[in-house]
């Protein structure tokens, strides 16, 4: 069955970085787009961003773009998101996403 993991979420001071992952299982990764979605305390769950099946095309939220970077490695069917110049506004739950399919989520905290 398919199945996502993520792990990186931590608690990081504003400025700082983190790096997320996503081990994916149970379908040909390679061939799908994979997504980061976040959910804050409050809101509704929002797209971050969205890389293709090769990692060629990539998509950002505004709110991001310019400070995370989507990668993915089909080798070792992994998902990344590198999270540069935290905010305090990128705290939330951060989720792997692949279609219908999510992971449980990890949870990012962004404060001094």
């Known amino acids: 069955q398919v199945q996502l993991v993520e792990s990186g979420g931590d608690l990081a001071q504003p400025g700082g970085s983190l790096r997320l992952s996503c081990a994916a299982s149970g379908f040909a990764f390679g061939l799908f787009g994979m997504s980061w979605y976040r959910q804050a305390p409050g809101k509704e769950r929002e797209l971050v961003a969205t890389?293709?099946?090769?990692?060629?095309?990539?998509y950002y939220a505004e709110s991001v773009k310019g400070r995370f970077t989507i990668s993915r490695d089909n080798v070792k069917k992994t998902m990344y998101l590198q999270m540069n110049s935290l905010n305090p506004e990128d705290t939330a739950v951060h989720y792997c996403n692949r279609g219908n399919y999510w992971g449980q989520g990890t949870h990012v905290t962004v404060s001094s």
């Open positions: 890389v293709s099946s090769v990692g060629t095309a990539t």
